[in-house]
């Protein structure tokens, strides 16, 4: 398995993990913004920035790491427009949103990058479930052609969508005042493992077949799944972190399995990667320029919400 | 692509240029005591912190846009120049990573040049992020790092011999970042030279008028620096043309013949369908000097090339009104400098305010300019000598929806952040 797959899948994991904690949020400003107000900007205006710059890096390292992929990520220009655009629409509201001054207006800001920010994250969504499953594209010879209504309202999407859903509900659950969603929490974790993996087992049974084979994988995601649930219970603040990891492992995991497949199997990846010169240098950029972001955000995470 | 670029290049160039400012005037209120300095930092902050977030949603539209509109040159660059956008991406991370921790520590050290320090990376990675773009720029102008016969006689199908940090090494690089970069200082340093001049022209009081005349002198002595730079940066800029891309030195002086003893033409219209240039004055030898220092250095001309790489002639006219507005603001500034040095106060001018004001108005037109006469002028190759603009793009008519989304979407965001702007900085009270 290539190195710069791994990588790629690594990015992108990350990029997920913070994206459906701002997913979440976005969800709870939009019901729950007054009760949660101090804590909702505590934890969301140090990250909004870094999860919208995570995004760029993981457009980057995916054309670095496959630049003939080209043609099939051209196929998605609409969708990914669309989703730049609310991009544009959630990083201008909420930073209106900081200094704004006016509570009333904070609250309209807020709730329209939380309209945005979901929004924005159903169409990420749609694009990653398309790409992975190959529905709403078909390829031919030399063409690929979209079709944005079965992209986006497929079975297959929707509930990739309702269970990444649920994990961003969970996680702000854990953080915030939110009364139901604070008890349904518990549950809220293996409901979405479920639909996930049901998900799989329906659309992309090569994928599940693949998973069967890999099962001990399969059996440490159900395990730090199970450890976050009895953390949760025990009201260990832990739990918090424990669910951000384990859904950064499972889709790791996922990369495993899925790879050499793109497209539901239409594509595979091997024949994008990028030539061997360009191989090591990305790794090595990434190994230190990585090096020194991981210090940068020691010092952010230090001043930012441990210094007083 | 070309208007998603021009409104992202103003970001581009404030986000350059707030963090100096604001490093500056948090030091000088740390070190004077003075709070105004520090009040106009924070206040500056609010304001870079508004642009930084419409500026990076931008930055990853025109990204996009680059890659969706630009197939057959994203995979070039992909396989070849991929480095310095890779790299770029880190350098706009820690400007991210450390404005959130600029913002959030205010007061939180008993050192108070540790707060000042923590923006040095955002002024440092916003500066890296220009240079290295800059160089993915230079690529395009001068091809480096792999076997270019090899990928032009395959009909670009077979890229070989890659050296993914050649690009950094592209002779043109260095000219080209001195000159982007100083050039991006002064436009950002000059829109908030603008703002100053605003406040303080409608300053209600002598404390207001204090407080934003402080800041006038640190914003004018930046732009001054900058300005420097830039003209000198433009000059060799200019030169070095002849040497890695003669089309465009010709068509951006006119050139329709070459050969020595060259004049320089001052004003000129392209004419008889862009094949001769009228109505312009000669000044004897002086092209040929200027490039070369002696009357007998030979200038490049069109006539020299095909036809059908000639870059459009109106790149000429460009060229002139960007360097009579740089010159005129570079004039001023001497003027504004030798009042000073004679003790006649010229920024507690009004004169001179409003002369200044209109300069900030005319910096952002050189650099719109600039810019768009860079570009033209490689024209009609998107990768001088390697691929056309014409091979590169991408005709699907699936492109134009979200194009006029785009568009459309900038021209209420632009007004409508300003609006947000002044109401912030009226509630803050600063």
């Keep these: 398995m290539e190195v710069l797959y791994l990588l790629n899948y690594a990015i992108f994991a990350m990029f997920i993990c913070l994206f459906l904690i701002e997913t979440g949020i976005g969800a709870l400003v939009l019901f729950a913004y007054n009760n949660n107000r101090s804590s909702i900007r505590r934890y969301l205006l140090p990250i909004w920035g870094v999860d919208g710059t995570f995004a760029v890096f993981y457009f980057v390292n995916l054309i670095a790491t496959y630049p003939t992929l080209g043609g099939v990520v051209y196929a998605y220009i609409v969708p990914v427009m669309l989703g730049s655009l609310f991009f544009l629409l959630r990083n201008v509201f909420v930073s209106y949103s900081e200094y704004i001054g006016d509570i009333k207006y904070e609250s309209v800001c807020m709730k329209i990058y939380g309209v945005s920010t979901i929004i924005m994250s159903f169409i990420v969504i749609s694009v990653f479930t398309s790409g992975l499953s190959g529905i709403g594209i078909s390829v031919s010879q030399n063409t690929i052609t979209l079709n944005m209504l079965s992209l986006f309202f497929n079975p297959f999407n929707i509930l990739v969508f ?47 077949s693949a998973v069967l084979n890999n099962y001990y994988l399969l059996l440490i995601s159900i395990s730090i799944m199970l450890i ?10 832990i739990a918090r972190y424990s669910a951000l990891i384990w859904i950064f492992v499972s889709i790791n995991f996922f990369g495993i399995v899925q790879y050499p497949y793109l497209m539901g199997g239409k594509l595979q990846f091997t024949n994008y990667i990028t030539n061997s010169a360009s191989t090591a240098a990305i790794a090595l950029l990434t190994t230190v320029c990585g090096s020194f972001l991981i210090i940068a955000m020691a010092i952010f995470v230090y001043v930012s919400y441990f210094r007083k | 692509m070309g208007f998603s670029l021009a409104i992202h290049i103003i970001f581009a160039s404030l986000g350059m240029a707030l963090p100096v400012i604001i490093i500056i005037m948090e030091f000088l209120g740390v070190r004077k005591n003075d709070q105004d300095y520090k009040n106009f930092a924070k206040k500056l902050t609010l304001i870079f912190l508004v642009l930084f977030a419409i500026g990076s949603a931008s930055g990853v539209l025109v990204a996009i846009e680059l890659f969706m509109l630009w197939p057959k040159f994203a995979v070039l660059l992909g396989q070849v120049a991929i480095t310095p956008m890779y790299v770029e991406v880190f350098a706009f991370f820690s400007e991210t990573i450390f404005i959130g921790a600029y913002l959030y520590s205010w007061d939180r050290f008993k050192w108070k040049y540790a707060h000042v320090l923590i923006a040095v990376p955002v002024a440092i990675g916003a500066a890296l992020s220009a240079l290295l773009i800059t160089i993915v720029n230079a690529f395009m102008n001068n091809p480096v790092g792999f076997n270019i016969v090899q990928y032009v006689a395959t009909n670009d199908t077979m890229i070989t011999n890659v050296h993914p940090f050649a690009v950094f090494t592209s002779q043109s690089a260095l000219i080209e970042i001195s000159h982007v970069v100083s050039s991006s200082y002064f436009a950002g340093a000059m829109i908030i030279l603008a703002y100053v001049i605003l406040r303080l022209l409608k300053a209600p009081d002598e404390k207001t008028r204090s407080y934003y005349a402080k800041a006038l002198k640190v914003t004018f002595a930046i732009a001054a620096i900058a300005v420097v730079f830039t003209i000198i940066t433009g ?9 890695f891309q003669p089309e465009k030195y010709a068509a951006i002086e006119g050139n329709i013949h070459g050969g020595p003893y060259a004049p320089e033409m001052i004003g000129g219209i392209p004419s008889n369908n862009s094949t001769s240039m009228v109505d312009f004055i000669d000044i004897p030898n002086m092209q040929s000097i200027l490039l070369g220092g002696t009357a007998n250095t030979i200038v490049p001309g069109l006539d020299s090339y095909p036809r059908n790489t000639w870059p459009p002639l109106i790149v000429h006219v460009m060229f002139l009104l960007m360097v009579s507005l740089g010159f005129g603001l570079g004039l001023v500034f001497v003027l504004v400098i030798i009042s000073q040095i004679l003790k006649k106060e010229p920024l507690a001018r009004k004169l001179c305010l409003y002369l200044l004001f209109l300069c900030a108005i005319a910096a952002v037109l050189v650099l719109e300019t600039g810019w768009i006469m860079s570009e033209l002028a490689r024209q009609p190759w998107i990768v001088y000598g390697v691929m056309t603009v014409e091979q590169a793009g991408n005709y699907s008519p699936n492109i134009l929806p979200a194009a006029v989304a785009i568009l459309a979407f900038y021209l209420f965001i632009i007004p409508f952040s300003l609006m947000i702007i002044k109401k912030i900085l009226k509630n803050q009270n600063l």
């Design chain 1, 228 to 237: 976050t649930i009895a953390l949760k219970m025990r009201g260990s603040k």
């Design chain 1, 162 to 208: 309702i269970a990444l859903t649920l994990i961003a509900l969970s996680i702000v659950g854990s953080h915030f005042k939110s009364g139901l969603l604070d008890k349904l929490s518990y549950a809220l974790l293996p409901a979405a493992f479920l639909i996930a993996l049901l998900s799989v087992y329906l659309y992309l049974p090569s994928i599940f």
């Design chain 2, 235 to 243: 000059i060799i800029s200019i030169s070095s043309l002849a040497t």
